[in-house]
């Protein structure tokens, strides 16, 4: 999927209340600066995988999230905070399948994120294509999210979810 997109692949793990990342695909030919690396931790409120993440937590998972974390840093001018704002993101990527983060934890990088269930249904694990804003236009961004949830329908697939 990398390759089809041209830019960078990771996968998160959520642990704590934070995502971890467990793995990442760079493509050398398009390389940009992006402060990501295998071990890292994110917050979810503002990452396009921590917010497919939140989106698949009970109400009950989700309230004790909201005071189990209660300041949400704002990284940038566009970084949601409020439990209101996080809660409509929400509804929209249960809508859509699928997040964005638009420059809500680095300036100038635009990321799509979509979930991966296990056997069972649940998530623990996300998938995010992240690339600068000037390449992540909206052309892009659909048919990222087209190669993106494929993908990770698959790989739900082969963890025997139906």
């Known amino acids: 999927m990398s390759r089809e997109a041209n830019e960078i692949v990771h996968l998160v793990e959520q ?10 695909v760079e493509q050398h030919s398009n390389t940009i600066r992006i402060y990501s690396r295998v071990g890292r931790r ?12 939140l989106s698949h937590f009970s109400e009950a998972k989700l309230e004790q999230y909201f005071q189990q974390v209660p300041n949400r840093q704002k990284y940038t001018d566009y970084t949601v905070t409020t439990e ?35 056997h069972v249904g649940e998530v623990n694990y996300g998938v995010s294509v992240t690339g600068p804003l000037d390449r992540m236009d909206d052309n892009k961004v659909k048919h990222v999210v087209e190669l993106l949830t494929n993908s990770c329908h698959q790989i739900s697939k082969e963890l025997g979810h139906h």
């Open 84 to 118: 209101k704002e996080i809660k409509h993101a929400i509804t929209r990527i249960k809508g859509a399948g699928y997040s964005i983060d638009n420059e809500e934890h680095e300036r100038g990088i635009r990321c799509v994120a979509a979930p991966v269930y296990n």
């Open 15 to 24: 642990q704590d209340y934070e995502v971890v990342y467990l793995d990442k």
């Open 42 to 53: 994110a917050p979810m409120h503002c990452t396009g995988v921590g917010k497919v993440l």
